[in-house]
Nanobody
């Protein structure tokens, strides 16, 4: 059983930066995909970044050029570097892992962008 633990959320001013981390306990085999999602109050959960086992990445236009997803396979950890944060980036951010056909979610970490 894989468990995901996120860290790094907090309060930041517009234009600032934050780096989120998500560490997986347990073993990850074969093809997998990591993702970061976010959910703002009253809105649906949305994808903000994805990285595949081969290293390719995907971002929606809303964060492209500002957010960067990366992974450390030796540590079973994925990161989300968020720069030039905007008020509308405020949300709970969730880590997701797809591995061997199973979906795993972290508990979520709050990111608040406010002046």
């Amino acid at each position: 059983q894989v468990q995901l633990v996120e860290s790094g959320g907090g309060l930041v001013q517009p234009g600032g930066s934050l780096k989120l981390s998500c560490a997986a306990s347990g073993s990850i085999f074969g093809f997998n995909a990591w993702g970061w999602y976010r959910q703002a109050p009253g809105k649906e959960r949305e994808l903000v970044a994805m990285i595949f086992s081969g290293g390719s990445t995907h971002y929606p236009d809303s964060v492209k050029g500002r957010f960067t997803i990366s992974r450390d396979n030796a540590k079973n950890t994925v990161y989300l570097q968020m720069n030039s944060l905007k008020l509308e980036d405020t949300a709970v951010y969730y880590c997701h892992l797809l591995n061997l056909g199973s979906n795993y979610w972290g508990q979520g970490t709050q990111v608040t962008v406010s002046s």
